[in-house]
């Protein structure tokens, strides 16, 4: 039997940083963005989460998409 799978969601999260843990470490924080188009390319997707982080307050860190999907048995 096949597998289907179904999005549902997809979010954007850019981490930046947020200055300097009493430990010495960089503090990370994460700022999540929702309602991503389903059908946006990961160029395009990644391109809005360069311009979001030019936006945030600290260095962008990282950028990530969340995707979640249902899988179904066919």
Known sequence: ???VK??????LVVNAEAGIAANGSV???????SGVNQEATDENVYA???ALGGLIQGD???IYVVEKAE???D
């Open 1 to 3: 039997m096949a597998i």
């Open 6 to 11: 179904n999005p549902m969601s997809k979010n």
């Open 27 to 33: 503090k990370i924080k994460a700022y999540n963005f």
């Open 48 to 50: 809005v989460g360069v």
């Open 60 to 62: 962008t860190d990282s």
């Open 71 to 73: 899988l179904l048995q």
